[in-house]
């Protein structure tokens, strides 16, 4: 089983090799702490969460690095909008991105650094970039010059000439060449700012990144993360800040992008606003139900959002969490074993599964082999048993884990739908047969199909 990985810089799928041998670092561009975070930004940090899962389920000893943007002017505006400082807006949001995270399962990185506790670097960053002439100073601003990369447009796949054409940016007396860029921006009244040897200002956005791969990971690294958006400029222009220091070594080994979550076709963002706040999806939805759906296309491709698509996603997972809960019930019910019945070969879907994640992290399809599995379980038990339970409910749960979703339900699920199927016998009793049929649909909607029987009422998951 060798990794493969789609390269956002060579247009290819790649064999992964990392820098050390059985060692990853990977950065993913983290969020702008200014609002809660939006199902589409979601994707984006369940994709990187997923990857890192991936990556150590495979073993390899991951360093993951997210960061907070926590200086920015969509932060300056909404706390001047609330009335509050920066500061305490910064706080707050990083706190509720943490509570959003964690309902996704989406484990803490190794580092979350933030872009004020990293001034000292960005300078640093930016005075090696000016003393190799690849950077100037105008009028308190310092802009980083394209023209002074020979490879700027690699990672997005455009020419210089095609982007000073395409620029909206005017070459005014700031900038020598349209597409250069902001590194330090010269401080505005009222506004967050640090001293530099250029006057007082702040970061510009993508020196950010840069300068806290240096910092963090040591300036080169093997994946480098982020939503398709980020390609370019953020990207392009992180890279070539970058590897302006370091000639003939890559910032990143392997560029990964993530589709969008689309809304009618249209990319889910603040700005269109098509959006959903994932708090309060969460109201409605469980956190693994919102996170299963997340991963059910491949993160290559767009992933659309519709009124339907949450319920379908808790439909099919209910599935797995119903076959998982008849055979944990299964096992508890069973005597002492000998247990009896067929053998399932583990071994045979978790080398699939395994095999299907190293094709480019192909999460989709890893969990279409859970359910394969799920299903021949299902099969087995209403045949009469497993010989191997245990170990189905053991491969089921790590499978699962890998790609963060908890199959265990708190409550089990026979002692939920036994405490349903008495609320349907009494409802049937008092002769409430609407009850007693809603009671049924809601049942089945749950994957699970009543049988009247002369022995009573019974019931059976629904493949
Ligand atoms: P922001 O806080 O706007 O910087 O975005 C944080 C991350 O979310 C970035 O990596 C974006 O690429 C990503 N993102 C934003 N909108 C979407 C979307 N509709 N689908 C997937 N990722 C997105
Ligand atoms: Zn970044």
């Not at 073993?59 to 002017?73: I, L, P, R, S």
């Not at 930016?126 to 980083?144: K, M, N, R, T």
């Not at 490879?151 to 455009?158: E, F, P, R, V």
Request: proline share 4%; with cysteine.
């Amino acid at each position: 089983m060798q990794l493969q990985i789609y390269n956002t810089l060579t247009r290819e799928k790649e064999l992964f090799v990392p820098r050390i041998p059985g060692k990853v670092s990977m950065y993913l561009c983290g969020p702008t702490v200014y609002n809660r975070i939006h199902l589409g930004n979601a994707r984006t940090f369940v994709l990187g969460d997923t990857i890192r899962r991936i990556l150590v389920y495979l073993g390899y000893d991951v360093t993951y690095v997210q960061n907070f943007t926590d200086v920015d002017d969509k932060i300056i505006d909404r706390a001047a909008e609330l009335g509050i400082s920066v500061d305490e807006l910064v706080e707050q949001e990083i706190k509720n991105y943490f509570t959003d995270a964690e309902a996704l399962n989406i484990r803490a990185a190794d580092k979350h650094p933030r872009v004020t506790a990293h001034i000292g670097d960005i300078v640093a960053f930016i005075e090696d970039l000016i003393a190799g002439d690849f950077a100037y100073v105008s009028d308190g601003d310092v802009f980083y010059s394209v023209e002074s990369f020979p490879a700027y447009g690699q990672l997005s796949g455009q020419k210089l000439e095609d982007l000073a054409l395409g620029s909206r940016v005017e070459v005014g007396e700031a900038k020598r060449h349209p597409a250069d860029f902001v590194l330090w921006k010269a401080a505005k009244p009222g506004e967050p700012n640090w001293p530099s040897p250029w006057g007082a200002g702040r970061p510009g956005w993508h020196i950010e990144c840069s300068a806290m791969v240096r910092s963090e990971l040591g300036g080169h690294i093997d994946i480098h993360a982020g939503g398709s958006d980020l390609q370019f400029p953020h990207h392009e222009n992180e890279l070539a800040q970058s590897e302006a220091l370091c000639p003939g070594e890559p910032l990143a080994r392997y560029w990964v992008h993530g589709a969008f979550l689309i809304v009618n076709d249209e990319k889910m963002s603040k700005s269109q606003g098509n959006f959903f706040i994932l708090r309060d999806i969460l109201r409605h939805h469980d956190g693994s139900v919102v996170r299963f759906f997340l991963q059910s296309a491949h993160y290559r491709k767009p992933l659309a959002f519709d009124a339907t698509s949450l319920d379908s996603a808790n439909a099919a997972l209910h599935r797995l969490k119903n076959t998982y809960a008849a055979l944990e019930h299964v096992l508890a019910a069973r005597d002492t074993p000998p247990a009896s019945g067929e053998v399932l070969d583990l071994a045979k879907y978790e080398e699939r599964f395994k095999e299907t994640l190293a094709d480019d992290f192909n999460a989709a399809g890893a969990w279409g082999v859970l359910f394969e599995l799920a299903r021949e379980a299902n099969t087995a038990i209403t045949r009469g048993g497993m010989g191997n339970t245990a170990e189905v409910l053991d491969t089921l749960h790590k499978l699962a884990d890998v790609l963060g979703v908890e199959l265990r339900v708190e409550k089990s699920i026979a002692a939920e739908v036994e405490e349903l199927i008495a609320r349907r016998e009494e409802a049937r009793r008092a002769r409430d047969f609407w009850t007693a049929d809603k009671i049924r649909q809601d049942l089945l909607q749950l994957g699970i199909v009543l049988e009247d029987t002369p022995q009573g009422v019974r019931w059976k998951l629904k493949w």
